[in-house]
Structures are given as structure tokens and as C-alpha cells.
């Protein structure tokens, strides 16, 4: 009555469509890429039960969040020890992301969000520094990894800038630029091992110059180069533009 292998035929061919269906739709990943990062920036990741729900407590975290963020922008700035510079880049980008996430949930609490947001994300979609931003908070939480190079300009004599440190105890050398962009004396302690005791480098020794920089490894070529803090500066900017905006909005909070 029936064909039995005509019946095998069918279930085996019908596994092996969905594989057929999936390889194409890998083939399409690349082009998926940019929709998935600007899917992102249009959600949030807060658990429902901790977002915000009404218009002024959400500006207000957003703020909060934000001055946290920029905090961080100072440390990369104008801190001495190279270590905090370093954390200060890492609070940049992560917390300088979680300003968007805050920001979302007025989504909950005013019907033009989306019309609002919309254009924001399509900007945001579109900077290659924001993606690069973007994907760096995703590498540090996950990996904990963020690539850094440094470069250094000196011109002058060396001794004469040691001259202006006075000489910790158990000092044994002065560097200049090390991987972390930080200058000091190394010193030796007690039990052997050695340890950096960092200074800040002035920039005003007469017959001195002394530029060092800490660059991102792998940041888009067009701001390949640029100091860290450069970078830090301008991504607060932008978020401290988008938050106003958002105040004019939907209303500030006195």
C-alpha cells in the first residue's frame, strides 16, 4: 500500500532542509552584524523589576550614572599614576553604556521615546567609535581585556629631569614611558622584589619635552593614535549632549 523507501527518502530529506536554511542564514552574519549593534543600543539590560519607572527618577539616574561615567574621563585625564588612569578609561566605557541603558526606560513613561531615540541610535549605528566603544565595554566585562599601546617624545637630558623627583629609598632607576604610559623610579623592596613609585612628569622644565601617550590597540583607524583621554573627552561630550537633549524633552528634574 505504501513505498517504505519513498518514506525514508522524505524524513531525510526533511532533516535536511533546516541545515540547508541555516547555512544560508549564516552566510548572512556579516551583514547582520551592524543590525545586532543597533539592536543593542536600542534595548535595555536592566531586569524589569529594577528599571525606573517614572519620567523624573529616570533622568535623574540617567545623570547619575552619567557623572559617574565622567568621573571616570577625569582620572584618564589628569591623574598622575598611569593604574588609575587605566581604571578611569574602564569606568568611561562601561558605565558611559549603561547611560543609554538608564535612558531607555522612559520608553515605559513617554509614548515619543522611540520617535525621540530613533535617530540616536541610527548615529550611533553609523560611529565607528561608538561600535568600537561599544564592543571594548562587551571585551572588559567579559574577558576583562582591554589592548593599550603607548608611544613617548623626549627631548633633552634625562638626569636633568630625574633632578626634579626627589630620590624614593631603595630607588635603583628612573623610566620614562613604561607600558602603561607612566614615569617613575623603580624601586626595590625589602624581600627583592621591585615596584614603581610613578610621579607626574611636568610640562614645564626649561630644555625639557616629554609627550607620552596611551593609545586604544585596535580602535578605528581614523582615531587610531588618539590619546585615550582625547577619546574619553569626546565620548562624555556626546553623552552629556544626548542627556540635555533628553532634559529639554521630556522634561528636567529641578
Given at each position: 500500500l505504501f513505498n517504505s523507501r519513498a518514506v525514508r527518502r522524505?524524513?531525510?530529506?526533511?532533516?535536511?532542509?533546516?541545515?540547508?536554511?541555516?547555512?544560508?542564514?549564516?552566510?548572512?552574519a556579516s551583514r547582520k552584524k551592524r543590525e545586532r549593534y543597533a539592536a543593542s543600543v536600542g534595548t535595555s539590560d536592566a531586569p524589569e523589576s529594577a528599571q525606573p519607572k517614572t519620567t523624573p527618577e529616570i533622568l535623574r539616574r540617567t545623570r547619575e550614572i552619567l557623572e559617574t561615567a565622567s568621573l571616570g574621563a577625569d582620572l584618564a585625564r589628569d591623574d598622575p599614576d598611569p593604574r588609575h588612569k587605566i581604571s578611569g578609561v574602564r569606568n568611561v566605557v562601561v558605565f558611559g553604556r549603561a547611560v543609554t541603558n538608564v535612558l531607555q526606560n522612559l520608553r515605559g513613561s513617554e509614548l515619543k521615546f522611540d520617535v525621540w531615540y530613533g535617530p540616536i541610535v541610527e548615529r550611533m549605528e553609523n560611529d565607528s567609535l561608538m561600535r568600537f566603544l561599544y564592543e571594548l565595554r562587551t571585551r572588559i566585562l567579559k574577558q576583562g581585556d582591554m589592548p593599550i599601546t603607548t608611544s613617548m617624545r623626549f627631548s633633552g637630558d634625562p638626569i636633568a629631569l630625574m633632578r626634579q623627583f626627589p630620590k624614593p629609598p631603595r630607588a635603583k632607576s628612573f623610566f620614562i614611558g613604561d607600558s602603561l604610559g607612566g614615569?617613575?623610579?623603580?624601586?626595590?623592596?625589602?624581600?627583592?622584589?621591585?615596584?614603581?613609585?610613578?610621579?607626574?612628569?611636568?610640562?614645564?622644565?626649561p630644555g625639557l619635552s616629554v609627550d607620552v601617550r596611551v593609545h586604544f590597540a585596535d580602535a578605528p583607524a581614523e582615531f587610531r593614535g588618539m590619546p585615550v583621554s582625547v577619546i574619553c573627552d569626546r565620548y562624555i561630550k556626546s553623552l552629556r549632549e544626548m542627556v540635555a537633549d533628553a532634559d529639554r524633552t521630556f522634561g528636567k528634574v529641578s
Open positions: 522524505a524524513r531525510t530529506t526533511s532533516h535536511l532542509r533546516p541545515r540547508a536554511n541555516m547555512n544560508r542564514s549564516m552566510g548572512k614615569s617613575g623610579w623603580l624601586v626595590q623592596l625589602p624581600d627583592g622584589q621591585e615596584e614603581k613609585f610613578y610621579v607626574n612628569l611636568p610640562n614645564d622644565i
